[in-house]
């Protein structure tokens, strides 16, 4: 067995199937989870942790067998604490090594519990691992062996996915709801490093709701695949209230479950996540683009009984350009930069979101994308029927029989058509687009008078007789008139700044049904019930000044 395995095997899987405390939101503030109540639940469940049956003499003995030394070693109910401890090959090194309840299989060692102080891993290729300190509770190994032995029966080869066995799966995912948390790692590996001074996870055992935290994360890469050596960085990153029970639940129902628990991330109403937040965020390819964003931030808050409000902030965004290496490269040309003359360009985001799950509305109270000193755009929508969309497509998902079909492609034509049924009960009742120009517009005139050599004022008539010449296409007068408002709309815009605004209110909403209904009139239906059609949607576009 590689040194690497020993510990690595133990260290790591937890760290792959853990993806999100219980806590929510109120009046609209975020509460992001700490360092310390990760630290501190975890370490009450290690104090929680039975050491397991194995004997002093057992695991001397199988520690042994696999060429590992120490200092010394002590015992206490079960923990045993070992000092200076080497492994095989003696490239794994630790300072102080406490484990309990170990036992083998197939060569891959299992603990009820496990911490380390000071590790190192050194190997031939000098990649090199160290971690100052790592606590976690890991199961015994029970669930593991029954899901490796249903994999050994089978070989493998599971032509029927039905046959996988997803139940011993979800239990196996359940057993690591003990969390674990680690100090001041650092990896290298050839061209790749690794910086991370704390990451950790744990379940709340009053909601059996998830928390993942990181902080201190430097990542560089300098391999040869990539043109430039890029870097990543993150002050602290953190997810509160991820559903790790319904990750289990869902598991143990096989495919369809773990399909309908993905669709769960895409519908509002059933969040799998409470918050999510990063501060300084960085990333940079040498020479060429920066992006920086200082904070990022989504929550949920509770208003009534059946309504939630999500929030989403994205704070000072800045994008970094190297002018001469994008020009060098054929990337400046045209670019956002290149449009507004400028090497350092801000922007931000924000949103508020509705949901009404008793009367299943889904409204966008506003999302606001902001070019600093550019331009503002805002959207806005009212949907409904966005909840009932999920749970018939879920019932759908639920209710395939893999065992008649053990075609995964068979099955996904099945979600696509029950897709397309179920998004009928789904209605745009409200939709708005809203543009406020700072200086885009004479930005762009003024960017355009330099490439082409006319006048601005020329720039501003030929961009405004484009416009009219929309209603060229126009196959009817109602058309014509639409066509013909938006013009005039837009070139009050050219001309004085200030704010267009784009509106629909159908009569009865918009569905995908009738959207392809439009579709199909625009290409082979009459004039008249395009007609029709527009008219409902109730068209409004207006100009205004700042």
């Not at 003499?57 to 200092?71: F, K, N, R």
């Not at 899901?147 to 599971?158: K, P, Q, T, V, Y």
Request: proline share 3%.
């Amino acid at each position: 067995m590689r040194p690497t395995r020993f510990l690595m095997t133990a260290a790591l899987v937890p760290v792959l199937i853990l993806t999100g405390c219980g806590k929510k939101a109120v009046d609209g503030e975020m509460i992001i989870v700490t360092e310390a109540e990760i630290v501190q639940m975890v370490d009450k469940a290690y104090d929680k942790t039975k050491a397991g049956q194995k004997t002093s003499d057992d695991i001397i003995a199988t520690l042994e067998e696999t060429g590992s030394g120490w200092g010394s070693v002590s015992e206490n109910n079960g923990l045993f604490v070992f000092s200076d401890f080497v492994g095989p090959d003696g490239d794994v090194k630790i300072e102080r090594l406490s484990l309990a309840g170990m036992r083998y299989k197939e060569e891959v060692p299992y603990f009820s519990k496990l911490s380390f102080e000071n590790l190192t891993i050194d190997t031939n290729d000098d990649d090199q691992l160290t971690i100052k300190s790592l606590k976690m509770n890991l199961p015994s190994g029970k669930n593991l062996d029954s899901l490796m032995s249903a994999i050994e029966a089978s070989g493998g080869d599971f032509e029927d996915p039905s046959e996988f066995p997803f139940e011993d799966l979800g239990k196996l995912v359940r057993d690591y709801s003990g969390g674990f948390y680690l100090q001041d790692l650092a990896s290298t590996q050839e061209d790749i490093s690794i910086n991370l001074k704390f990451a950790g996870a744990a379940v709340d055992p009053t909601t059996s709701e998830l928390s993942l935290m990181l902080t201190g994360f430097d990542f560089l890469d300098k391999s040869p695949l990539i043109d430039e050596p890029s870097t990543m960085s993150m002050a602290e990153f953190s997810v509160t209230g991820f559903k790790f029970d319904a990750l289990a639940d869902s598991t143990e129902a096989g495919l369809p479950g773990l399909i309908g628990f993905y669709l769960g991330f895409y519908n509002p109403f059933t969040p799998m996540i409470s918050t999510a937040s990063i501060t300084d965020f960085r990333f940079a390819v040498d020479d060429g683009m920066e992006i920086r964003i200082p904070s990022y931030k989504v929550w949920r808050s509770r208003q009534s009984k059946s309504v939630d409000m999500v929030h989403t902030q994205v704070k000072d965004i800045t994008a970094i350009a190297n002018r001469d290496h994008m020009i060098e490269a054929g990337a400046y040309e045209d670019s956002l930069f290149d449009l507004l003359g400028t090497d350092d360009i801000k922007a931000s985001y924000e949103s508020r979101s509705r949901l009404d799950s008793k009367n299943d509305v889904f409204e966008l109270e506003y999302a606001d994308i902001r070019l600093i000193d550019s331009f503002d755009f805002r959207v806005t929508h009212q949907t409904t029927g966005l909840n009932k969309m999920f749970a018939d497509l879920g019932d759908t998902i639920e209710n395939y029989d893999l065992g008649q079909s053990n075609d995964l492609e068979a099955m996904a034509q099945a979600v696509g058509f029950a897709f397309i049924a179920a998004s009928n009960d789904v209605s745009v009742d409200q939709l708005s687009f809203e543009y406020t120009d700072h200086s885009l517009i004479e930005t762009v005139i003024s960017r355009a008078s330099e490439n082409e050599g006319d006048s601005p004022a020329i720039i501003r008539q030929q961009a405004k007789s484009e416009l009219m010449m929309m209603t060229l296409f126009a196959e009817t007068e109602y058309q014509r008139e639409l066509a013909k408002n938006f013009a005039e709309q837009a070139q009050a815009l050219i001309d004085k700044g200030g704010r267009l605004k784009i509106s629909m209110e159908p009569e009865e909403g918009l569905t995908i049904m009738s959207m392809m209904q439009m579709s199909q009139m625009m290409s082979f239906g009459s004039t008249e019930m395009l007609d029709e059609a527009l008219k409902d949607l109730n068209f409004q576009i207006s100009h205004s000044a700042k």
